[in-house]
């Protein structure tokens, strides 16, 4: 099930990552012991009332000019405007309404999607109201005050945030449809791969329109199994943003993987894995996706018995937090293995919901707890006692125990490797929850 998107736009220096950093940093989806994840603070998750959306802070886009109405600016709002759900617009009190809030309002009113704007800097209600009426001159309805830094009157905003939600539309979605996201850096060949797979595949059901983004999507049936392809060909090459990643093309990415049960991570056989294409991995990764690494433009490679050896060496080191991942080499241009591709989809999408008794469960935990006993720290030992399955898509996986100071990262990752082991869970990232007995987390 995805997740709302909601967007932060606005000009540099209203608060936009003030915010974010605000209503994200207890929400984080990130496990800050993972080892090598890359992390791009750009997205983050938040939770309110129930409801759990992710949220895009589109801020720090700086211009190379000091004027901030350039196209970088443009595309950065356009890209959020098409791929979330829900746009919050931040503009500044003490900076008054500017030409450039006017500029992204006018593309906002265009747009058919919800608009909160939200004032912000606003630390004292009553002596700052005032300067609160010219905002009703972007024509964008009422804009609700808060200071981001106090913090003051978020709760309002959430609510009013959450209230475009389209509940019926996330419960309504067709949960027989293998949903694959195909992401990566600009040129990997994204797009060659998708009209591979059209052309070949004459069982073409039709094209649709994305779930509430505008893109379009395409739905195939293969083997009797319901594919949707999620188009990411929006990602572009760096322009004069001074940025690692374009922020506008993560917004599309974020957007992408959010919706996607299977991410395909593709990387250019001629390039080699780079560190662009690890922050991508990175997402998909932290989303709780299911993932392949998909080697495209193999053809192109002069190989010999141990190129691809190599290869996978190189990945595997690389992104040694995704050792689930499986890699595969193709070509999109030529449809080399193509067809093992989607076998390899099929099977990882019946692991991301893969279930097992608490029984099983704990008859391999016991196992592998006889085999290396839990740490101790100051002669306290660590005592597990039990293990259970609690959600898909990820498998994620309560773990009881007498105190989770003791539980460390290492330990965790041996359960997890017998697990594997013992249950195969190929291609899709498993998630813990250390609990002690009595409910602490």
Not at 4 to 10: D, E, F, H, L, S
Not at 335 to 340: S, T, W
């Amino acid at each position: 099930m995805s997740k709302p998107i909601v967007a932060v736009i606005g000009r540099p220096n209203v608060g936009k990552s003030t915010l974010f950093n605000r209503l994200t940093k207890t929400k984080m989806s990130i496990v800050d012991d993972t080892p090598g994840v890359t992390r791009d603070r750009i997205y983050g998750e938040v939770e309110w009332l129930n409801h759990q959306f992710t949220l895009i802070d589109t801020g720090g886009i700086e211009p190379v000019s000091t004027d901030v109405i350039l196209s970088q600016m443009r595309r950065q709002a356009e890209a959020a405007i098409e791929s979330a759900d829900v746009i919050l617009f931040l503009v500044d009190v003490k900076t008054g309404l500017t030409d450039s809030d006017m500029h992204v309002a006018n593309m906002l009113r265009k747009a058919k999607k919800p608009v909160v704007l939200v004032v912000n800097k606003v630390d004292d209600i009553v002596t700052q109201s005032i300067g609160m009426y010219e905002f009703y001159n972007l024509g964008l309805g009422d804009p609700i005050p808060i200071s981001a830094g106090q913090p003051l009157n978020l709760g309002d905003m959430l609510d009013e945030i959450v209230s475009h939600f389209d509940v019926s539309e996330v419960e309504n979605e067709d949960e027989d449809k293998i949903k694959v996201a195909i992401i990566g850096k600009p040129n990997v060949g994204k797009s060659s791969l998708v009209n591979k797979i059209v052309g070949e595949e004459r069982v073409i059901v039709s094209d649709i329109a994305g779930t509430t983004r505008d893109s379009v999507d395409t739905e195939i049936v293969i083997n009797e199994q319901k594919y949707v392809l999620i188009d990411t060909a929006g990602i572009r090459r760096r322009s004069k943003v001074k940025e690692s990643i374009e922020k506008y093309s993560i917004i599309r990415t974020v957007s992408s993987i959010e919706r996607a049960d299977i991410v395909l991570i593709m990387i250019d056989a001629n390039e080699g894995i780079t560190e662009q294409d690890t922050k991508i991995a990175g997402m998909a990764h932290e989303a709780g996706k299911g993932c392949i690494i998909v080697v495209n433009k193999w053809d192109d490679i002069d190989k010999d018995d141990k190129t691809m050896n190599k290869y996978l060496k190189e990945i595997t080191n690389t992104l040694a937090y995704m050792q689930y991942a499986p890699c595969m080499f193709i070509s999109a241009k030529t449809g080399q293995r193509i067809p093992k591709l989607f076998e390899m989809i099929y099977t990882i999408a019946q692991n991301q919901t893969r279930r097992v008794s608490t029984g099983v469960l704990n008859d391999v935990l016991y196992e592998a707890m006889a085999m290396n006993q839990p740490p101790s720290d100051k002669g306290k030992p660590l005592k597990i006692l039990y293990m259970t399955q609690v959600s898909v898509k990820p498998p994620t996986f309560v773990i009881f125990v007498n105190d989770k100071e003791l539980m460390h990262f290492s330990y965790q990752r041996y359960i997890e490797n017998q697990m594997r082991e013992a249950f195969g869970f190929k291609g899709t990232p498993l998630r813990f929850i250390i609990r002690e007995k009595g409910g602490k987390e």
